[in-house]
């Protein structure tokens, strides 16, 4: 039985981040789904309820949303106000909550922000969209699964103008906590909104070890969208929890042709071939997981993180390198690159690393560590 289950990306905000790289030519057709788990065993929700409202909560953002006080405002200016006077109070909470409990317990998480936003659009006709957004990965363990999370937010689009697509608009963007090292990422569809939807729920029953719930709303996120890769890494986790090896074996290979791929199910199925004993396998996924364009930094850095904790230095300094061409503002791999560089002696590397990451040092104290590092390198020899 395998029960190393590492890299579960429970997606409190997940996605399939897109790639730069050319699609796999390897062609491989979706495993069937098993039968042993009915859908009869499982209340499945019905998700258009998830946008709907009471008639008291439509009723108290109508109020707002239709004072004459805030006539000079855009509907989408009006919506961002109700929201941004309803967060104060809010509690951040990695709950999937539907907008209806979500505004009744004054909590959730940031999709579920994200369903109340679109619950409170459709009620005066306000269009909009949804991003993914890469953060910093925080990573925690929780009944013996890792845990990890990416982000998304919401975009409330000004009023048509004749002739401009939507997306030339412009927008009022809806988002729990912004920070100045975020990525954005890819605009998101409809259909991969809803299938993040129903992950999440089934990350939540994985975690409960639910396994027929996680099974079947994995299932039905791949319904909404056949392309969402965290699903495809979710089923073949369930599927190895209950013994269903060939199976899950089926669907890792299926994820690992994925045209996004995602370091989550690349790791799990390394993992289970190393479990399983395949060395040849795990040495195959290893490569595809180094030659793989993540387009997301922060899958670099986890990979980065995962080197310099097995001591793998060199291969720590690469992904770092990586991660900076993408996001040069990131300071944890700068700091991480100096400790490198200074570890093995070589300071020319690690005078340039300190003085590049200075340009991206916004705070005194950070600065302040920088110059002080680059005193003492300067008694260093060449």
Not at 20 to 36: C, R
Not at 59 to 83: G, I, K, T, V
Not at 86 to 105: P, T
Not at 244 to 256: I, K, N, P, T
Request: proline content about 5%; some cysteine; glycine content about 4%.
């Amino acid at each position: 039985m395998h029960t190393r289950l590492l890299w579960l990306i429970a997606i409190l905000m997940l996605a399939g981040c897109q790639s730069n790289t050319a699609p796999q030519k390897v062609t491989v057709t979706m495993p069937a789904f098993e039968q042993h788990w009915s859908p009869a065993q499982v209340q499945l929700p019905e998700l258009d309820h998830w946008f709907e409202l009471t008639p008291e909560q439509q009723q108290h953002f109508l109020s707002f949303f239709n004072n004459p006080e805030f006539a000079d405002q855009s509907p989408a200016q009006r919506l961002s106000s109700y929201l941004h006077n309803k967060l104060v109070s809010f509690h951040y909470l990695g709950e999937n909550l539907s907008a209806s409990e979500a505004l009744q317990k004054n909590q959730g998480n940031c999709l579920t922000l994200a369903v109340v936003t679109t619950a409170l659009a459709r009620l005066v006709n306000i269009n909009l969209g949804y991003q993914l957004v890469s953060s910093q990965p925080v990573i925690n363990v929780k009944n013996g699964v890792w845990l990890s999370s990416d982000h998304v937010r919401t975009l409330l689009y000004k009023p048509a103008e004749p002739g401009k697509p939507l997306l030339d608009r412009g927008s009022i963007v809806v988002d729990y906590f912004p920070d100045a090292e975020d990525v954005s990422g890819p605009k998101l569809a409809e259909s991969r909104f809803r299938a993040m939807i129903f992950n999440n729920l089934a990350a939540d029953a994985f975690i409960a070890k639910q396994n027929a719930n996680a099974y079947l709303l994995a299932k039905a996120a791949l319904e909404q969208d056949p392309t969402y890769t965290p699903a495809i890494n979710l089923i073949a986790l369930t599927l190895t929890r209950d013994g269903a090896l060939g199976s899950a074996q089926d669907w890792f290979e299926y994820g690992s042709h994925s045209t996004e791929p995602n370091l989550s199910l690349l790791a799990n199925y390394r993992d289970f071939m190393k479990q399983g004993g395949e060395l040849q396998a795990v040495q195959r996924i290893e490569q595809q997981i180094e030659s793989v364009h993540f387009g997301n930094p922060f899958a670099d850095l986890v990979l980065a993180l995962e080197a310099y904790h097995h001591q793998n230095f060199p291969k720590a300094q690469r992904y770092y390198q990586r991660v900076l061409k993408q996001a040069p503002h990131l300071q944890k791999a700068y700091l991480a690159l100096l400790d490198i560089y200074l570890k093995d002696g070589q300071y020319r590397e690690a005078r340039q690393v300190a003085e590049t990451a200075m340009q991206y040092a916004y705070e005194p104290g950070l600065q302040n560590f920088y110059l002080a590092k680059l005193a003492a390198l300067s008694q260093q020899p060449e």
